[in-house]
């Protein structure tokens, strides 16, 4: 573990491999499991370091591929860094484009070298290997760089996911290499997709590097949340137990919940604000459609129960009726609450795993049901 970073394994649950700890960083503390919000330009969406920090946030996300397209790693970085860029205090997490370029499947050449791909804001050819990510990512100077990866779809014949997997072990070891700060740690990134003994492979050739930390990825890209569920429930018992386990792109109760049940510290997902921007809020674990006709006259809180800004003052017919007509103030009062609630969420595991009641609070989502948030 890099100096000024630690990890703490605090409580265990007596029933399930959940636990509660402390991951420390060069701008603060992360008590996990913790929900972490995705900031990809350097901003979480229609939110301010304020909000994010009134929600509970204490890690916030950004994207290499998308700041290094706009403005760049050259204007953040003289700026002083992401942290003076944006304003935000905490620490922060910078992914490392790999599940970016996935998504530019029809636009991007991959090779043992790296990814070619046309910029899809100019049109110019940038070539992002796993050495260039790693530069970027050090100017831009997160607390958590993440190593360079393939991320195969889904879904994806097993040798199209066995090259991508040792792809990107072999990516791994050259961001190694190209990793200068020692002020950031640098994350490795399980890949496998759906095949438990490439999963196992991959997941044993990270722990022999010994990093700082380790992410599960090539999930939530295509397949069922019970799908999910299984791959974590295989990869995350095989990573270090010192050490912080990050699932990529996960941000629903149900999915959070049985990835905790297995171990892993932390998530993230555009989820909360993504669903914010359609009128969505999540209230006791359903999605309320506030442009639905029953919520025009109801002049109840979203949420009784919830302490954050937009609960303890607004209506759902005040929230329905910005919905409705598509101001930005309703995007913003739905984020909050969203990023709340999913924070709270993680924080109520937390303690629950202190209690030891983990298995007994949260048994309605750990019960293999589907219709589910």
Known sequence: MPEKFSFEC?????HTKARAGVFRTPHGVVETPKFMPVGTLANVKTLTPAHLEAAGSQMVLANTYHLHLQPGEDIVAGAGGLHKFMAWPGPILTDSGGFQVFSLSQMRTI?????????????RMINLTPERSIQIQNELGADVIMAFDECPPYPATRQ????????TYRWLKRCIQAHSRPDQALFGIVQGGVYPDLRSR???????????GYAIGGVSVGESGDLIAEIVKVTAPLLPAS??????????YREMALAVANGVDMFDCVIPTRLARHGTAFVGGERFNLKNARFREDFAP??????????QNFSRAYLAHLARANEVL???????????ELIRFTGRMREAIFADRFTEEFAHWLAPRVDRT
């Open 243 to 252: 050490k912080p386990r990050y699932l990529m792109g996960i941000g629903t």
């Open 160 to 167: 199209e996911v066995e090259a991508a997997t040792e792809r």
């Open 111 to 123: 090779s043992d070298e790296g990814v070619t791909f046309r910029s899809p804001r100019d049109g």
């Open 330 to 340: 309703g995007y913003t009062l739905l984020a909050i609450h969203n990023v709340t």
């Open 302 to 311: 979203l949420d009784e129960s919830c302490p954050c800004y937009t609960c």
């Open 10 to 14: 605090q409580a265990h649950c007596s």
């Open 202 to 212: 991959a997941a044993n050739q990270l722990v022999d590097l010994d990093l700082p």
